[in-house]
Each structure stands twice: as structure tokens, then as C-alpha cells.
């Protein structure tokens, strides 16, 4: 079922001067990759006070909380910048440009919502120390949402062997644009206990992209 405030956040995503790219591609595909978190994130949505979105890319699930509750404050973090200026501007987003994995980015506070989709896959380094820092963004309560392909369907990329060999940030490092490790169900299972999170809910596990809601345990 498609959900009317996503159609919403998606058309004032391309109301507000896009990359061309959403509206050549990118729109028509997103759902594909996170719709299962969506009826999750419209219930968190409606009584939390702020949201942040880690690699927000276009904003569309930002945008969502915002349709759900036009109340929330949001934060984006990000390394390039996709999202417009005009959306930035018109729903008073606080954007901090920055790498989560190699940079201190001083968020003050803690968030009832914490978006992490699409973005596991990307990172350059283990990514334990950088969950860790995403866990601690969490209020008590809080919901941390983390969407990622799955390994069993996607396979393998040539780069590590397992996750724990990748190494550990290094803010020296050259960053390597585009998806560097795909993960399994058990792996991330693995990840998430070792980081201090458990799993409130996920999808089916032979879906192409795994969904999570996540919370601190």
C-alpha cells in the first residue's frame, strides 16, 4: 500500500528545484529500496519532536516526517549535498555538512527519530564505530530506522571478505564513492548487538533491501 504522505513528500521534493537526477530516476526507484519502514516511520513520526536524517540524499523521507508532523525539527547530515537549497530553506532544515564516519559533526541533543537509509553500504570503514555514534543520537525512546541492500540478493562486492577486516575510520583515508560492503541479515544482526541495538522490527529477510527499526537496548 502506498501511503499518501509519501506521494505528498515526494511531489513537494520536486516542486523545490531538484537534482535533475530525482526527477529522471531517482524518484520512481526510492520506494523500492526503503518502503517497507514507511508505515513504521509515520507512527513514530507523529508524536516525535525531531528528526535526523544521516545521508539524506533528496530529503523525500525527511520531507515525510515533516508531512506526518508539521511540528518536527529537522537535521540532516551529509558529506555531498543532493538535497536542494530551496527545500533546505523552506522547511527551516538545520544541515550540517559533514562525513558521520570520519568527522565529529557536534550535534547537540538526542532525536526520537534517527534515518540511516541507503548509506550503510557506503561506508568506507568498520562500521561499528560509527553505529556507536549513531546510537548515541538516540533519545530513550527513540527509533533508529537503517535500510541497506541484501547481500543474498545483491551478492558480494570484491572488496573485503567480511566486514570486521574493513579498517577503522580514518579521517586521512581517500573516500570511496559507492557501495564498498553488502551485508547479510546475520551480519548486520551481529553488528547491531556488538553497537548496543535491538531489532523492533525488519522485513522479509529475501527482500532485496533489508528495513529496520532499531532502538537502543
Known sequence: MRLKEISEAQEIVS????????????????ISYWGDILPWLRRKSTGAKNCIDIG?????LSIFTKVVNPD???TVVDCTQYMSNELIEKYN???????????EANIKGRFDI????????????????TLEKIKNLLTDEGSLFLTTPNAKTWGRLPYYSTWKKMPMPDPNSKIYDGHVYQYTIEELT???????????RVNEEGSHHLNFELRRI
Open 93 to 103: 532544515i538545520n544541515y550540517v555538512f559533514k562525513n558521520f564516519e570520519t568527522e
Open 56 to 60: 539524506s540524499a533528496y530529503g523525500t
Open 190 to 200: 551481529e553488528i547491531f548487538k556488538v553497537c548496543g541495538l535491538s531489532i523492533v
Open 114 to 129: 534517527v534515518i540511516l537509509t541507503e548509506v550503510f553500504e557506503h561506508f568506507n570503514f568498520n562500521p561499528v564505530p
Open 15 to 30: 516542486s523545490c528545484s531538484p537534482n535533475p537526477y530525482y526527477l529522471k530516476a531517482y524518484k520512481r526507484e526510492e
Open 72 to 74: 518536527i525539527e529537522l
